[in-house]
């Protein structure tokens, strides 16, 4: 009885965690680029403003923001 529970934990339950386990970590990597989609950006590059006429800070050329959610 004890042999039995212990092939099924291993042949059965151990797949299905994993699987749940990739499956919620593919989910929260991916729910705020499909809920914020007008709001998330994987590059995000700004302008300089050295050339705009408000200038506040001294930039000289555009800036890149990589990352997995931009800004």
């Known amino acids: 009885m004890i ?3 212990s092939k099924s934990a291993t042949l059965y339950l151990a797949p299905l ?8 970590s593919l989910f929260s990597f ?3 680029v499909v809920l914020l989609h007008d ?3 994987l590059l995000t590059v700004t302008p300089s403003t ?16 990589l990352g ?4």
């Open 17 to 24: 965690l994993a699987l749940t386990a990739l499956l919620l």
């Open 50 to 65: 050295s050339l705009s006429s408000n200038q506040t800070t001294n930039v000289d050329g555009p800036s890149v923001f």
């Open 30 to 32: 991916l729910a705020p």
């Open 3 to 5: 042999s039995a529970l």
């Open 39 to 41: 709001r998330v950006a």
């Open 68 to 71: 997995a959610l931009g800004k």
